[in-house]
């Protein structure tokens, strides 16, 4: 269906389509548009939160390996959401990986 979407109703396709599919957990979706370097008219940010807002580890590590924003504002958004996995894997991503032994 994205694939016939993208290719043929390209005028009418919605800007919204990677951050529905994140918000939704359609990981294939997902994974398909980030491959063709579709970006959202709205910013990859707000797919990026609503992935982390909505608990779907595999889209926000999709997003991570291919270098879409991330901030300490998603870890607000998986805690308030009860995504404590999330919270996790987030703090273990912006913060682990960028200190260093003292």
Known sequence: ??????YYKKKRRSSYG??????EGHINVVKWMVERK???DVGN???VYEAA???HLDILKT???NNYPFDVALMDA???????DILKWL???LFQENTTNI
């Not at 990677?18 to 918000?23: D, F, H, P, Y």
């Open 53 to 55: 807002s909505s608990g």
């Open 45 to 47: 940010y707000d797919a």
């Open 91 to 93: 703090y273990d991503e």
């Open 63 to 65: 997003f991570h390996r």
């Open 38 to 40: 579709i970006h959202s």
């Open 1 to 6: 269906m994205m694939k016939w979407i993208y």
């Open 78 to 84: 998986a805690t308030t959401n009860g995504h404590l």
């Open 18 to 23: 990677l951050v529905w599919a994140s918000k």
